[in-house]
C-alpha cells in the first residue's frame, strides 16, 4: 500500500493528525470533525509506512459498536489485523489467556449485571431497596471501584468529592462490602475487577508484562475524556515506560464525571508529555453554520477547567435554517407542538429515522410517545434493552436461522413475504399495538421486517435479489457489531444515550431550570457538566435544531418555570422568530420531472422519483452494465464496489461528457473517478474503454490464477453443498489437481450436510468419521443424510459420502442443544504466540528456497511452534512426540457457528498425523499416508480466523498405522476442541524407519 495515498481525501488538521507517526499524540477533535476518519488514517498510514505491524497495534474503544466501525474502516484501508476492542473485551482475552499461569484453577463467572448480586448483599445486611433503589446502590459500587476506593473507605471519599450517596454513606459501605464478599465466595467478576485484576497482573508478573508489552507496542485510545482511573490504571500497566499514544477526545463531551470519568487525562496530557504532538480538529462537517454557531455560542459560557481551552468549531456545510426557540405553555402542550412541527418536516421529505426528541430524563418520555402517537406518527425509544438481547429479537433470530436452513436450494418465496410471514406469527401486524411493552415488541419486530425490505431493494453484489441466507448473514454481522436496524420512526432519547450519534433533525425538549442543569446539579463542577451535556445535545443536528421549555406542568398551572439559564443569549427578543421558514440555500431535493419532494437516497441520486419517466440511452445502460460485470470479474469484486445499479442509472441519464459533470454524479468519488472515470466517460462517448480499468493493478498469470483456486473464498465455495433432495447433497473439489479429495474438505462437506437438516439453535459436539475408499477429486461427491434421532437435547446423523456408486466416507454427528453445566479445562501450554513465530510458508522459503504451490495459497495459515518435519529429519535432537502449532483460517469468516466448525474440521486434518512423522524424524518424502478414522469434540465457541493453537502429540505408532491426538485452544486459553485420529503410514523406501 502506498503511504501517501492513504493520506488521500483529508483535510490539513487530519493529514497533520495522520502523518505524527510516532507518540505521544493527542488528537482534540470537536464534535462532527471527523475524528475516527483521522484516527483509522493515522493507523493504516503507520502500517503503511512500515513504522509498525497490524497485530502490534491495540485502538482502545467505548463500545463493541465503535470498535467495530473502526475495524471495517480499517479492513477498507489495507490493515484488516489492527485489534479494535473496548477495555473490557481486552482485558477479558488478556485476563483469560493468562489466568491458568498467575492464578489457576477455576475461573471465575464474569457478571454483566451487578443487580443480582447487590440485592443479596443488601438482605445480607438489613437492607431491602426497591429496583430503583438497586441501581443506586449498583452505580455507586461501580463508582467506588472504578475510582480505587475499598468498602471501608466509602463515606471518607464520598464527603471528600462532594458525591450525593443515594443513602447513608455508612449503609451504602456495608452494602459495598458484603458485595465483596459475595463474588469472593461464590467466584465472581465484575467488570471493575476484570481490569483491576488484568492491571495488577501485568504489573506484578514481569514476564507476563514482557509478553503484553511484546505483542502491543503501538496505542490509539478513542474518548479520551471518558477514562476513568482503573482504565487508566491498566492503559499504564500495557505501556510500561513506553509512549507510543495516540488519545482523541474533546473536553467539552464530558459528561460522565458522576461514573467515574475523568477529562483531566485528556487536558494534562501535554503536562504529562511535554514532546507530545498536539492537533486540534475544528473543521465541522455534520453541521449547518447556523447549528454550529449556537454549539459555539454555549460552550464559550463554561467556566470550568474542562472546558476553559474549549475548540471553536467552523462549519464547512452550506448554509440551513434558522434554529426555532419556542415557549408553551405547559409540558402537554409542548410536547403536541413537537409532534405536530414533526409532522410538517415528514411531509417535507425528512425521513422519520432522522428525526430525534432529546430529553434530559426517561420520565419525560411518556408526554412525548402521546403525543406523537396521537399525530399518528411512528417513534421508538432508545435507552432500553439493548436489541440483539431482547427476547422476540432472540427468538426471531432463532426462527430465521431455522428458515434458512429450510428454504436452501428450494424456490423461496420473495424475502419480503417469508420474513412477514414468520414474524407475524410472532406478532408483527399491520399497525402499532397499544400498550408500551406491546408497542415495543411490536416495534422490535417491525425494524427487522424493515431491514428485509430495504435489503430486498437493493441488489446484492452478485447483482442477484437477496435471500433469507443472505438476511441472516446481515443478521448475524449486526449482532457482532451490536449495530441494530434502523427503525422507520422518530427517536426518543435521553442526552447520554444521544452521544456518538446524529440525526438531520433533532428537538432539545424540556429546557427549563430544574431539568438542565438538572436540580441536583449543586456544585460548579455539576453545573458545567449539565451545560457539556446540552452542549452535545445541539450537536447531534445536522440541519434542523428546535429547542423548547414549558412555563408550567399542568395545563392551568403556575407558570413559574424560568428557561434554562444556557439559552441565555441564545433567544431571541421577539418569539416571532420561532416561526421562521426554512431558509436553506438550494432548498428540499425535488423530482426533476413532478417536482416532489425526494426523500429516498436512491430517488436523490437519480434526481428524480422512481416512478416518475425518465429519457436515457438504454444501450448506453446495456454498456455500462457489461463493463462493470467485466472488471469485477477482473478484480474479482462485489459489483456494487465498482458502481452501484442506481449510480450506472444516473450516469445514463445526465450522460456526463466531463470529469467535471462525472463527478456531480452521486456516487462518483475521488476514488472511483481516479480508477475508472476514463472507462465510464469513454463509454458515454460511444468508446469502448482504452484498457479494462484495474488491469495493471489485478493482473496475474494463468499459473498463479490456477493457484488462487485454494483461496478462502473458494474453499468456502466447495464447503456450501448443492442440495440435490431433502437429505441429499452434492460437493465438488477444488480445482487443485491432486490424486485424491483431502480428508478435511470431504469431513467438513459431510458436516455440513449434516448440520442443514439440524435445527440452527442445535450445536455439533462431536463426530465420528471414517476415510473408506480415496475420493476422486474429478467428479462430484454425494452425501446422503440419515436423520437417526430428534430428541429433546440431542440431535444424531449419519453421513455416507458416495462416488462412482460407492461409499467413500461415513461420518456420525451429534448436536446439543445448549444447556448449563460443569465447567473445567486442562490449561493450555504455554508456547510463544504467534506473531513472534514464522509461518510454514516462510521457513519453507528460507530451506528450500520455493513454497509448494498448495501451501503458498492455502487459506489456513499454519505457524509451527517447533520443528517442522524435515528440519527433523536433518537434525535428531528436534525429534519430539508433541507439535504444537498455531493456525487460523487467512481471511474473515461468516459469524455463522457451523462455518466456523467446519473450518476447523477441514483445518484439523493438515497436520495432525505429521506428528507421527516428526517422532521418528521422517519427512514425506519415502511415505505413503492416509486418514484411516477421525474423531472430534467440540467444547466451546470460537472463531476460525482468529490464532488458534493445536497442541498435537503422538502417543504410539505401530505396524502401518500410527495415532494422534490434538487439543485446540483459543488465544486466551479456552479449550475448544479435542481431536484424535489414526492414520495409515507405510514406508514405501528402502531405509527403513530412522
Known amino acids: 500500500m502506498d503511504p501517501d495515498r492513504v493520506l488521500e481525501g483529508l483535510d490539513p488538521e487530519q493529514t497533520e493528525a495522520a502523518r505524527a507517526l510516532r507518540g505521544p499524540v493527542c488528537i482534540l477533535a470537536g ?31 467505548f463500545t463493541a459498536r465503535a ?113 465483596e464478599e459475595l463474588c469472593r465466595e461464590h467466584n465472581l467478576l465484575d467488570f471493575e475487577s476484570m481490569l483491576e485484576l488484568t492491571a495488577g497482573m501485568i504489573t506484578e508478573y514481569p514476564a507476563i508484562a514482557q509478553r503484553v508489552r511484546d505483542q502491543y507496542r503501538y496505542f490509539v485510545v478513542d474518548e479520551f475524556q471518558d ?116 409532522s410538517v418536516l415528514l411531509e417535507d421529505g425528512t425521513p422519520a429515522s432522522q428525526i430525534a426528541v432529546l430529553v434530559r430524563t426517561n420520565s419525560q418520555s411518556a408526554s412525548y410517545e402521546q403525543a406523537l402517537a396521537d399525530e399518528g406518527v411512528p417513534f421508538t425509544v432508545r435507552g432500553t434493552t439493548r436489541f440483539f438481547e431482547r427476547p422476540e429479537i432472540k427468538q426471531a433470530v432463532h426462527t430465521l436461522r431455522g428458515a434458512r436452513h429450510a428454504a436452501a436450494d428450494e424456490v423461496a418465496e420473495p424475502l419480503v413475504a417469508t420474513v412477514r410471514g414468520l414474524l407475524a406469527q410472532m406478532g408483527l401486524t399491520d399497525s402499532a399495538p397499544e400498550g408500551r411493552q406491546a408497542r415495543e415488541r411490536w416495534e422490535s419486530l417491525s425494524a427487522l421486517a424493515q431491514l428485509a425490505e430495504d435489503m430486498a431493494a437493493t441488489p446484492g453484489p452478485d447483482g442477484r435479489a437477496a435471500t433469507m441466507g443472505t438476511f441472516v448473514e446481515e443478521l448475524e454481522t449486526r449482532m457482532a457489531t451490536e449495530h441494530a436496524p434502523g427503525f422507520e420512526g422518530v427517536t426518543i432519547a435521553s442526552l447520554h444515550s444521544a452521544k456518538g450519534l446524529e440525526w438531520d433533525a433533532v428537538f432539545l425538549v424540556g429546557l427549563t431550570e430544574g431539568m438542565i442543569p438538572i436540580i441536583y446539579a449543586e456544585t460548579d463542577e455539576q453545573v458545567e457538566e449539565e451545560r457539556r451535556l446540552f452542549y452535545v445535545g445541539v450537536t447531534r443536528a445536522r440541519e434542523h435544531l428546535a429547542m423548547s421549555w414549558s412555563l408550567s406542568r399542568s395545563p392551568g398551572g403556575r407558570k413559574s418555570r424560568k428557561p434554562s439559564r444556557f439559552l441565555d443569549g441564545l433567544r431571541p427578543a421577539s418569539p416571532s422568530t420561532a416561526n421562521r421558514r426554512d431558509r436553506r440555500k438550494g432548498g428540499t431535493a425535488r423530482c426533476r420531472v413532478c417536482s416532489n419532494v425526494l426523500s429516498d437516497a436512491t430517488e436523490r441520486k437519480l434526481g428524480r422519483c422512481v416512478d416518475c419517466p425518465s429519457t436515457y440511452d438504454e444501450a448506453l445502460l446495456e454498456r455500462l452494465r457489461d463493463w462493470r460485470k467485466r472488471t469485477c470479474q477482473e478484480q474479482k469484486v462485489p459489483a456494487y464496489v465498482i458502481f452501484t445499479d442506481a449510480t450506472l442509472q444516473a450516469i445514463a441519464e445526465q450522460e456526463p461528457s466531463s470529469v467535471s459533470q462525472l463527478t456531480a454524479v452521486s456516487g462518483v468519488g475521488p476514488a472511483k473517478l481516479d480508477r475508472y472515470g476514463e472507462a465510464v466517460l469513454a463509454l458515454v462517448a460511444g468508446r469502448e474503454p482504452a484498457g ?83 475420493g476422486d477429486p474429478t467428479v462430484p461427491i454425494v452425501y446422503e443424510v440419515d436423520r437417526v434421532r430428534d430428541g429433546r437435547s440431542f440431535t444424531t446423523r449419519r453421513v455416507v459420502a458416495v462416488q462412482h456408486g460407492k461409499a467413500i466416507f461415513t461420518l456420525s454427528a451429534s448436536f446439543h442443544k445448549e444447556e448449563p453445566g460443569l465447567d473445567h479445562q486442562i490449561p493450555m501450554p504455554d508456547v510463544p504466540p504467534p506473531e513472534d513465530l514464522l509461518s510454514t510458508r516462510e521457513r519453507l522459503r528460507e530451506a528450500f528456497g520455493k513454497v509448494p504451490n498448495f501451501v503458498q495459497w492455502h487459506p489456513i495459515e499454519m505457524r509451527p511452534v517447533g520443528a517442522m518435519s524435515f528440519e527433523a529429519e536433518r537434525d535428531p535432537d528436534l525429534r519430539t512426540a508433541t507439535n504444537p502449532v498455531w493456525f487460523k483460517v487467512d481471511g474473515e469468516l461468516p459469524d455463522d457457528r457451523l462455518t466456523q466448525v467446519c473450518l476447523m474440521t477441514y483445518a484439523s486434518d493438515m497436520t ?21 478414522d477421525h474423531a472430534m469434540w467440540f467444547h466451546r465457541p470460537f472463531r476460525a480466523d482468529e490464532w488458534l493453537l493445536y497442541a498435537q ?42
Request: net charge positive; glycine share 8%; with cysteine.
Open 227 to 342: 477514562v476513568n482511573p482503573l482504565q487508566k490504571l491498566l492503559l499504564d500497566a500495557w505501556l510500561g515506560d513506553r509512549d507510543d499514544l495516540c488519545v482523541v477526545g474533546d473536553p467539552s463531551q464530558t459528561i460522565y464525571s458522576f461514573a467515574g470519568a475523568t477529562p483531566s487525562y485528556l487536558t494534562g496530557f501535554a503536562n504529562r508529555y511535554p514532546h507530545a504532538t498536539v492537533v486540534r480538529l475544528v473543521r465541522d462537517y455534520r453541521s449547518t453554520p447556523q447549528v454550529v454557531r449556537v454549539a459555539n455560542h454555549v460552550i464559550a459560557q463554561a467556566r470550568d477547567t474542562t472546558s476553559a481551552n474549549h475548540l471553536t468549531l467552523q462549519a464547512q456545510r452550506p448554509e440551513g435554517p434558522d434554529p426555532l426557540y419556542q415557549e408553551y405553555d405547559d409540558e402537554p402542550a409542548e410536547a403536541t407542538g413537537v409532534a405536530r412541527k414533526i
Open 67 to 179: 470498535a467495530g466501525e473502526m475495524r471495517g474502516r480499517l479492513r477498507s484501508l489495507g490493515a484488516p489485523r489492527v485489534q479494535a476492542r473496548t477495555f473490557h473485551a481486552a482485558a477479558l482475552r488478556q485476563l483469560g489467556f493468562f489466568w491458568p499461569q498467575v492464578i489457576g484453577g477455576e475461573k471465575p463467572k464474569l457478571i454483566e449485571s451487578k443487580l443480582s448480586v447487590v440485592a443479596r448483599a443488601a438482605n445480607s445486611v438489613g437492607q431491602q431497596p426497591d429496583r430503583l433503589g438497586l441501581r443506586d446502590l449498583a452505580s455507586e459500587i461501580e463508582w467506588a471501584k472504578v475510582t480505587q476506593v475499598r468498602p471501608s473507605d466509602y463515606d471518607k471519599a464520598v464527603a471528600k468529592s462532594g458525591r450525593q450517596a443515594p443513602m447513608n454513606a455508612g449503609e451504602v459501605a456495608r452494602v459495598f462490602e458484603a458485595y
Open 953 to 994: 502429540e503422538s502417543p504410539t505408532a505401530q505396524g502401518a498405522r500410527g495415532l494422534a491426538r490434538g487439543l485446540v485452544y483459543t488465544r486466551d486459553g479456552h479449550l475448544v476442541c479435542s481431536v484424535v485420529q489414526e492414520g495409515m503410514i507405510r514406508v514405501v523406501d528402502a531405509e527403513g524407519w530412522a
Open 912 to 932: 495432525l498425523l505429521d506428528t507421527v512423522l516428526l517422532r521418528h524424524g521422517r519427512s514425506f518424502a519415502g511415505i505413503a499416508m492416509a486418514s484411516l
Open 31 to 61: 464534535a462532527g470533525t471527523g475524528k475516527t476518519r483521522a484516527v483509522t488514517h493515522r493507523i493504516a498510514h503507520a502500517v503503511a509506512s512500515g513504522v509498525v505491524s497490524e497485530q502490534q497495534i491495540l485502538a482502545v474503544t
Open 692 to 774: 479494462r480499468p484495474g488491469t495493471e493493478r489485478t493482473r496475474m498469470s494463468e499459473h498463479d490464477a490456477e493457484l488462487r483456486g485454494q483461496s478462502l473464498a473458494d474453499l468456502l465455495r466447495v464447503l456450501d453443498l448443492e442440495r440435490i433432495e431433502v437429505n441429499i447433497f452434492r460437493g465438488i473439489s477444488p480445482a487443485e489437481g491432486p490424486q485424491r479429495v483431502f480428508g478435511g474438505l470431504v469431513a467438513g462437506q459431510a458436516l455440513v450436510a449434516a448440520g442443514r437438516t439440524v435445527p440452527a439453535e442445535r450445536y455439533v459436539h462431536s463426530l465420528h468419521a471414517y476415510f473408506i475408499r480415496p
